[in-house]
């Protein structure tokens, strides 16, 4: 079973980078459609003790996983398996979080980083890139087929499951410009509780936020390092030129250490924040450090950076954030 899943998984993110790049269209045909889906809904079976997939489940990953990927991943591909994944979640959810294998999570976030690396002309020949919340590997990826072969792409993970996964996928997509760092990113050198979810992504430096505040998640010990101390500390290495932190609560500490690679080097920043304190310490970043916010949701410059949820020109959601000095040459650039 895990290696099918590792297989389908490593399939479905070697089509990840065209998502955001295609746009021809063409009609859905066969067990596309929402009716051949309801038809071919079968109940949840076990035989001898032993999972059998039924028809939905078993042709879902086929087709979305080969056939998909055989055209190349075209974007109105993704936007329609949106569309009917959710319409049929409570049904296809319960084995196989197709959201997060086909990178249908992340397509705001791709085209918007899309147009600022491409259109925007910030790609760097041996750019430095930071994963941190890397997971099963969607961000890794697609950054590791932008970049050059002499950039790198640093994939943050601390979860222990997820890090064979992260790395098998890695190996099958070829992806010799990503290092997977088994850390995570806090504000100090050393360890910490870390909180393993229900769901791969919903793992956490937070119990609150792991166990979704119903149950509780499992608890291990976690290495952690700052941004500050891997590029600064120890062995120098060329700091970050962009960094995506999706950790689930966490950049509440992790934004605590980076303060050196953001005067050094003025990153860009992809962050999606979950709570209010994540809201609060990036507007603090953005304050201290002379940063802009971009919200990738409702297409809007943040207007208020000491502001949080809920003022609607406030800071919260998934943000791009960017140096005030790139603000006006990224405002003439379409990011939608």
């Known amino acids: 079973m895990r290696g099918f899943k590792l297989r389908r998984f490593g399939v479905c993110f070697l089509i990840i980078i065209s998502f955001v790049s295609c746009g021809k269209k063409a009609p859905p045909s066969g067990t596309d459609s929402l009716q051949g889906l309801k038809h071919l809904r079968a109940p949840h079976r076990r035989h001898r003790g032993k999972h059998t997939f039924n ?42 979080n197709f959201h997060a294998m086909l990178g249908l999570w992340e397509l705001d976030s791709f085209q918007v980083l899309s147009r600022l690396l491409i259109k925007g002309k910030l790609l760097k020949n041996k750019m430095v890139i930071c994963d941190v919340g890397a997971n099963i590997g969607t961000y890794s990826l697609w950054f590791s087929r932008l970049i050059s072969s002499k950039g790198i792409v640093y994939a943050f993970e601390p979860s222990p499951g997820i890090i064979d996964m992260l790395e098998e996928n890695i190996l099958l997509n070829k992806a010799a410009n990503v290092k997977v760092v088994k850390l995570a990113c806090a504000d100090k050198v050393g360890s910490a509780d870390f909180f393993i979810g229900c769901h791969h992504h919903a793992s956490s430096l937070l119990a609150d936020w792991a166990g979704e505040g119903r149950i509780a998640p499992e608890r291990i010990k976690c290495n952690t390092t700052t941004l500050d101390h891997f590029f600064y500390g120890g062995e120098k290495k060329e700091g970050p030129d962009l960094v995506k932190m999706d950790i689930e609560g966490g950049a509440l500490f992790a934004l605590q250490g980076c303060d050196k690679c953001i005067r050094d080097k003025r990153p860009i920043f992809i962050i999606e924040s979950h709570l209010p304190e994540e809201d609060l310490a ?28 809920p003022n609607p020109r406030g800071v919260w959601g998934k943000l791009l954030i960017c140096p005030n000095e790139l603000r006006s040459y990224l405002s003439k650039i379409p990011l939608t």
């Open 282 to 309: 990036i507007s603090r970043l953005l304050v201290q450090h002379d940063y802009q916010a971009y919200r990738i949701s409702d297409h809007k410059w943040v207007e208020l950076l000491e502001e949080t949820f």
């Open 55 to 96: 028809n939905i489940r078993h042709l879902a990953i086929q087709e979305g996983a080969l056939r998909v990927g055989a055209q190349a991943g075209l974007a109105w591909r993704a936007k329609y398996f949106d569309k009917v994944l959710k319409r049929e979640a409570k049904h296809l959810d319960r084995v196989f």
